[in-house]
Structure formats: structure tokens, C-alpha cells
T-cell receptor, first 115, second 111 residues
Framework: QKEVEQNSGPLSVPEGAIASLNCTYSDRGSQSFFWYRQYSGKSPELIMFIYSNGDKEDGRFTAQLNKASQYVSLLIRDSQPSDSATYLCAVGGARSGGGADGLTFGKGTHLIIQP | DTAVSQTPKYLVTQMGNDKSIKCEQNLGHDTMYWYKQDSKKFLKIMFSYNNKELIINETVPNRFSPKSPDKAHLNLHINSLELGDSAVYFC??????????FGSGTRLTVV
């Protein structure tokens, strides 16, 4: 049974600070890793994906992957109140890259950015 | 144009009824999925279809049946609805290595 673990929060961060979200996964064969943001009552939207160990940056967002530790993180720099949402970590199997195998989602971390 | 569209957005029905949710994607993706999000916001895969073939069928009751008339459509039919089926159902599509694009969701309430 593949599992993806996240702290449910809420994680409260002051505006302008760095928000750090963490995720661990159980399946060592996992090859693709995704972060989704979900606002209340809305559908998940893809923020970033990462396949290789190390950091990947996109604007204010940085995804970090450590396959040896089975750990994925998302950093949000210069946090804004509009970043307040639930952040879902998702992990894909070896042959998917997000394709036919499907993704296993964590239960999400509720992030609150305080003005 | 909405990339992944699903209808209806809200569905309220009585126990024992049969209902369908429709999903269409115009992204040209090869794979489509149905996910269920429960009251605790846990998102769990139900089915995926790749080129009209069922790839995954997780341990969902056989009252749920996916139907895909073509690569752009994946509908979900539910027989004999139960109270526990109340949830938000999301359709999604993906292409290799691109991640998922989700539809706006269907909030199903069984009374």
C-alpha cells in the first residue's frame, strides 16, 4: 500500500516569510513528485513537479526532493495571503511520470498566511 | 475553453437512485481518471482509462462503473447510491510527465 504522509496543520506563517511544507512517501520505486494547491471548494491545481534529486525553482516556489530519505518539500518565499490554501503532495510510480499509474495523494497541509 | 469539464457541478439525490457524472477533456491527453475526495479532503483514485482501456480499478464497489466512449470522455455511473457515496468527485486527465489537470468537481450529496 503506497502511502504519502503530510502534516495536516494548520501551518501559520507571517506574510513575507518563507513557508515550508513537507511530505514523506513509502514507495521507494516512486519516480515522480507533484505539489498541488487547493483552495476551499475548488479543484487541485498543479504548482510544481520534480523528478530528480535536488532543488527545482519556479518563481517564489522551490521543490526539493531527496529520494534516499523519501522526502519531498515545497518552499514558498515571500508568502502572500493569497497563498493560504491546502497543499497536496502527490507521488507517482515508476512508469507513470504522472501517466497511467495514477498518483497517490497525501491528505494535505492547510497553510495560513497571516497579514 | 475549459480544459477538463465535468457535469453536473452539484448533484443531490436519494439513496438507491442511479446517477451519472460526465467528464470531457480537450487537452488531447491519453489518460483520464476519476478521484473521490471525502469529507476530510482526502483525494483517492478510483479509476483511470488510457486509450479506452481500464488501467486501474482500485477497491471501489462495483456499483461504480466508468464508461469511456472515446479518448476525450470518461463518464462515471453509480448504481444504488448510498449515504457513504456523498463526496466530491473529480475528473482529471494527464499526459506522460505532465501531471494532472483536474476538472472543477462534482459535489454529490446522497440523502
Amino acid at each position: 500500500q503506497k502511502e504519502v504522509e503530510q502534516n495536516s496543520g494548520p501551518l501559520s506563517v507571517p506574510e513575507g516569510a518563507i513557508a515550508s511544507l513537507n511530505c514523506t512517501y513509502s514507495d521507494r520505486g516512486s519516480q515522480s513528485f507533484f505539489w498541488y494547491r487547493q483552495y476551499s471548494g475548488k479543484s487541485p491545481e498543479l504548482i510544481m513537479f520534480i523528478y530528480s534529486n535536488g532543488d527545482k525553482e519556479d518563481g517564489r516556489f522551490t521543490a526539493q526532493l531527496n529520494k534516499a530519505s523519501q522526502y519531498v518539500s515545497l518552499l514558498i518565499r515571500d508568502s502572500q495571503p493569497s497563498d493560504s490554501a491546502t497543499y497536496l503532495c502527490a507521488v507517482g510510480g515508476a512508469r507513470s511520470g504522472g501517466g497511467a499509474d495514477g498518483l497517490t495523494f497525501g491528505k494535505g497541509t492547510h497553510l495560513i498566511i497571516q497579514p | 475553453d475549459t480544459a477538463v469539464s465535468q457535469t453536473p457541478k452539484y448533484l443531490v439525490t436519494q439513496m438507491g437512485n442511479d446517477k451519472s457524472i460526465k467528464c470531457e477533456q480537450n487537452l488531447g491527453h491519453d489518460t483520464m481518471y476519476w478521484y473521490k475526495q471525502d469529507s476530510k479532503k482526502f483525494l483517492k483514485i478510483m479509476f483511470s482509462y488510457n486509450n479506452k482501456e481500464l488501467i486501474i480499478n482500485e477497491t471501489v464497489p462495483n456499483r461504480f462503473s466508468p464508461k469511456s466512449p472515446d479518448k476525450a470522455h470518461l463518464n462515471l455511473h453509480i448504481n444504488s447510491l448510498e449515504l457513504g457515496d456523498s463526496a466530491v468527485y473529480f475528473c482529471a486527465s494527464s499526459q506522460w510527465s505532465s501531471g494532472y489537470t483536474f476538472g472543477s468537481g462534482t459535489r454529490l450529496t446522497v440523502v
